[in-house]
T-cell receptor, first 113, second 110 residues
C-alpha cells in the first residue's frame, strides 16, 4: 500500500487568490509528479521532480510552480487562481528502477469561481 | 510524435470476459502500464509489460506486442466493482515518464 497524501481534498476559491496544493509521501521516493485531469480525460503531466532541488515542467503548459526542498514534500502553487484552473490535480511518486510503478495520492479537486 | 489510442467506452455483462485494447506510437518505449481508475478517485496500478507476451495476475491479464505497438487488458469473471476507467500508459525515455491514454470507461451490467 502506497503512502502518499494530498491536501486539501477539495477546494473552492475565488479568482485571483494564491493557493498551494500539498503533496507528501513517506516512501522515500526520489521521483514525484503533478498531473492535471479533467473529468473523462487523460492525465496531463504539469511538473515533475527527480530529487531534492530538481524540478521540471511537464508536457502541459501550466501557470503553476513547484518546489522540492525535501524528498517527501512536493507542493504546487498557483499565484493567481483563474476559473480555467478548475480541475483535479493528482500527485504521484515512484521509486527508482524501470519496473517501478507510479503511486497516486487521492487528488485535490479545485474549483475556481 | 507520440500517441495512445484506446476505446472510449465498453459495456460487458457481469461474469463475462472483456478485452480492452490499446495501441501506441512512441519513441524510447520502455514498458506499458495499465491502471484502474474509479470515478472521482486516483488511478491504481494493475499491470506492467516490458517484454512481449502475456502477464497474468488473478482475474486480470495484460498482453504486449512491441512490434505492433499493441497491448490489451483482459478481465475475466467480471464483477460489478470492475466498473471503472482503464488507463493505458506508456513509459518512455531514460527517466521513464508516462504518456497516458484517455482511458476506456468500462460499464458492467447485471
Amino acid at each position: 500500500e502506497a503512502d502518499i497524501y494530498q491536501t486539501p481534498r477539495y477546494l473552492v476559491i475565488g479568482t485571483g487568490k494564491k493557493i498551494t496544493l500539498e503533496c507528501s509521501q513517506t516512501m522515500g521516493h526520489d521521483k514525484m509528479y503533478w498531473y492535471q485531469q479533467d473529468p473523462g480525460m487523460e492525465l496531463h503531466l504539469i511538473h515533475y521532480s527527480y530529487g531534492v532541488n530538481s524540478t521540471e515542467k511537464g508536457d502541459l503548459s501550466s501557470e503553476s510552480t513547484v518546489s522540492r526542498i525535501r524528498t517527501e514534500h512536493f507542493p504546487l502553487t498557483l499565484e493567481s487562481a483563474r476559473p480555467s484552473h478548475t480541475s483535479q490535480y493528482l500527485c504521484a511518486s515512484r521509486a527508482r528502477g524501470s519496473q517501478e510503478t507510479q503511486y497516486f495520492g487521492p487528488g485535490t479537486r479545485l474549483l475556481v469561481l | 510524435g507520440q500517441n495512445i489510442d484506446q476505446p472510449t467506452e465498453m459495456t460487458a455483462t457481469e461474469g463475462a470476459i472483456v478485452q480492452i485494447n490499446c495501441t501506441y506510437q512512441t519513441s524510447g518505449f520502455n514498458g506499458l502500464f495499465w491502471y484502474q481508475q474509479h470515478a472521482g478517485e486516483a488511478p491504481t496500478f494493475l499491470s506492467y509489460n516490458v517484454l512481449d507476451g502475456l502477464e497474468e495476475k488473478g482475474r486480470f491479464s495484460s498482453f504486449l506486442s512491441r512490434s505492433k505497438g499493441y497491448s490489451y487488458l483482459l478481465l475475466k469473471e467480471l464483477q460489478m466493482k470492475d466498473s471503472a476507467s482503464y488507463l493505458c500508459a506508456v513509459g518512455k525515455g531514460s527517466n521513464y515518464q508516462l504518456i497516458w491514454g484517455a482511458g476506456t470507461k468500462l460499464i458492467i451490467k447485471p
